[in-house]
């Protein structure tokens, strides 16, 4: 069935440090793929998404790209914040049917001044 | 002007009771979800609604029972509550399901299970 894997963590990095999350996906035909981040104590929130190989999905600094080649959605930031701190969580969306979204285990980040 | 509420937001009960947790949505969507979080933050689907028709019902115990009066409000009812559905339950809507929606999801609803 289709599945998300990403990296765990925690992730912890200083401030302005580069930041890579690694995603991978399976998934039988095209999916969309998304990166949602949620705050402590609040429910998710879209951060960015790509619906087709090759899209790059782009918000607040942070970009991914849509690698069919790869089945991989990494998520990076070139310049991290202390406000960067959160749990972001990889996931993806159809194809083997609508309605339905998968998500990664999510990682955990931690940004030090 | 909250796009997806749910109540209540802390739920704090013993084992062994009925308890109710509500969900509504004003951003005219189609779709809704129930999802569970659990304490490491994994997060599965329960339940989705779709024009309050059931469309996914995953593995969940059948303590578990939604309702959907309207397509903007998704309620979820617990039956004889165990210590393991201590979580934190989040709601979703999407405008109409197809893979390319993006989730709106409400602030979430901690269940503590004494």
């Known amino acids: 069935g289709d599945s998300v894997t990403q990296m765990e963590g925690p992730v912890t990095l200083s401030e302005e440090a580069f930041l890579t999350i690694n995603c991978t996906y399976t998934?039988?035909?095209?999916?969309?793929l998304f990166w949602y981040v949620q705050y402590p104590g609040e429910g998710l929130q879209l951060l960015l998404k790509?619906?087709?190989?090759?899209d790059k999905g782009s918000n607040k600094g942070f970009e991914a790209t849509y690698r069919k080649e790869t089945t991989s959605f990494h998520l990076e930031k070139g310049s991290v914040q202390v406000s960067d701190s959160a749990v972001y969580f990889c996931?993806?969306?159809?194809?083997?049917?609508?309605?339905?979204?998968?998500f990664g285990t999510g990682t955990r980040l931690k940004v030090l001044a | 002007d909250t796009a997806v509420s749910q109540t209540p937001k802390y739920l704090v009960t013993q084992m062994g009771n009925d308890k109710s947790i509500k969900c509504e949505q004003n951003?005219?969507?189609?779709?809704m979800y129930w999802y569970k979080q659990d304490s490491k933050k994994f997060l599965k689907i329960m339940f989705s609604?779709?024009?309050?028709?059931?469309?996914i019902n995953e593995t969940v115990p059948n303590r578990f029972s939604p309702k959907s009066p309207d397509k903007a409000h998704l309620n979820l009812h617990i039956n004889s509550l165990e210590l393991g559905d201590s979580a934190v339950y989040f709601c979703?809507?999407?405008?109409?399901?197809?893979?390319?929606?993006?989730?709106?999801f409400g602030p979430g609803t901690r269940l503590t299970v004494l």
């Open positions: 979703a809507s999407t405008p109409s399901g197809s893979r390319t929606d993006t989730q709106y």
């Open positions: 998934a039988t035909g095209y999916p969309s």
């Open positions: 790509a619906t087709k190989a090759d």
């Open positions: 996931a993806l969306s159809g194809p083997s049917g609508t309605y339905k979204y998968i």
């Open positions: 951003l005219g969507h189609d779709t």
């Open positions: 609604y779709n024009n309050k028709e059931l469309i």
